[in-house]
């Protein structure tokens, strides 16, 4: 801006002169503002005034200076000489040369789309609770998609038909389920792996800074905490995957999925978590209820142990191997022997076919046979 010392307005001190269009918007609004300002500071005067006067005025003072303090407001805009200092002059502001004090008047009448508030009309649902049910089925679709492999196209036409949502997402299998705790553990994993990078970084900061030793950088703490398959995710570690699914997803349909996950899983987080669940993080029963919001807790419960029983699938041990029938006979014949000499127990000696041992008892015996 190009600023001039103006003789035409003393009072101002200086013109402000606008060089393009943009500058010539701005300074309109400036002069609204300070107009209103003004106004507002010749209210706070009137109010002043008359609490400090109220004991020995007048009606007919009152009266005229009410009459005083309406015309002030409606003089053109010079520098104020009320008891309340104003902290800055009017920018007035013309086309080039000349000064003219411009109102909100000269705007156009439509206001931009960004400042228009919604109303229940305009398709948009006023108040939070009415998102709720939309925002959960957003969040089922864009698991299912990112999860089970599920159709983001088929879905939306789905829906768009008015086809109701417990038929348009899956129904819960022991397969799915498994594959979804699996992606849970991953993201467990994602996150320690980045607070064991956070840590490092510090640790080697703190030898930059001299605070610590370089030996003792590679040290590693002697007791660690065994990491709980059941813990909770961070909301943090969460929201930046569904981010990079939205970000490098392939087809448009399930990055519009992905998106509307992301807004629908903010929204929940705002209106219907609890403090804890803000606090604590994403738990394996909640990103159930997520994918299936149709089931009751019973069957979240049921899922859960389906994946309690897959989980014990992987370390149970094989069942040992049975004897030939053969094998048992020969076992029978020992124990019936001892018991004809009477004796209620079998010795090693006795399975090994006895303390003297011609080539037929080796060859037949129950040990030999098992080698």
Not at 17 to 41: F, G, I, P, Y
Not at 108 to 133: F, H, M, N, T, Y
Not at 296 to 323: C, D, F, M, T, Y
Not at 347 to 361: C, L, M, S, W
């Amino acid at each position: 801006m190009a600023v001039k010392r103006c003789a035409s307005a003393p009072a101002l001190g200086r013109r402000i002169t606008a060089r393009n269009a943009s500058e010539a918007r701005m300074l309109r609004v400036l002069d609204h503002q300070w107009e209103r300002k003004v106004c507002w500071l010749n209210a706070q005067q009137q109010r002043l005034d008359a609490n400090g006067t109220r004991e020995g005025a007048t009606q007919k003072s009152k009266v005229d200076k009410a009459v005083v303090l309406k015309e002030r407001a409606q003089s053109p805009m010079l520098r104020s000489d009320s008891k309340v200092a104003l902290s800055r002059p009017l920018s007035s502001v013309a086309t080039r040369n000349s000064v003219e004090s411009v109102g909100p008047q000269m705007f156009s009448g439509e206001r931009p789309g960004s400042a228009i508030v919604r109303s229940p009309s305009d398709g948009v649902p006023a108040k939070l609770e009415e998102r709720i049910p939309k925002a959960v089925s957003r969040i089922a679709q864009g698991l299912q998609v990112a999860l089970l492999g599920a159709n983001a196209g088929e879905m939306r036409k789905q829906e768009i038909k008015g086809v109701p949502l417990k038929k348009i997402l899956f129904e819960p299998y022991e397969a799915d389920v498994c594959r979804i705790f699996r992606h849970f553990l991953h993201l467990k994993d994602v996150e320690e792996d980045r607070t064991a990078a956070n840590k490092e970084r510090h640790r080697q900061r703190l030898v930059e800074w001299g605070k610590l030793e370089p030996d003792e950088l590679f040290q590693t703490d002697d007791e660690e905490i065994p990491r709980d398959p059941l813990s909770r995710v961070s909301w943090a570690t969460f929201f930046r995957w569904v981010e990079q699914e939205a970000s490098f997803g392939v087809h448009p349909e399930s990055r519009r999925a992905y998106s509307a996950l992301f807004r629908g899983a903010r929204l929940w987080l705002r209106a219907c978590a609890s403090n804890a669940q803000r606090s604590e993080g994403l738990s394996l029963g909640l990103l159930l209820l997520w994918a299936y919001p149709t089931v009751s807790n019973r069957v979240v419960a049921e899922l859960l142990a389906w994946i309690g029983a897959h989980e014990l699938e992987k370390i149970r041990q094989e069942p040992p191997r049975l004897i030939d029938d053969d094998e048992r006979k020969q076992l029978e014949r020992i124990f019936q022997s001892a018991y004809a000499k009477g004796r209620a127990f079998v010795t090693v000696d006795d399975i090994a076919g006895g303390d003297f041992q011609d080539k037929h008892t080796q060859l037949h015996t129950l040990v030999e046979s098992l080698r």
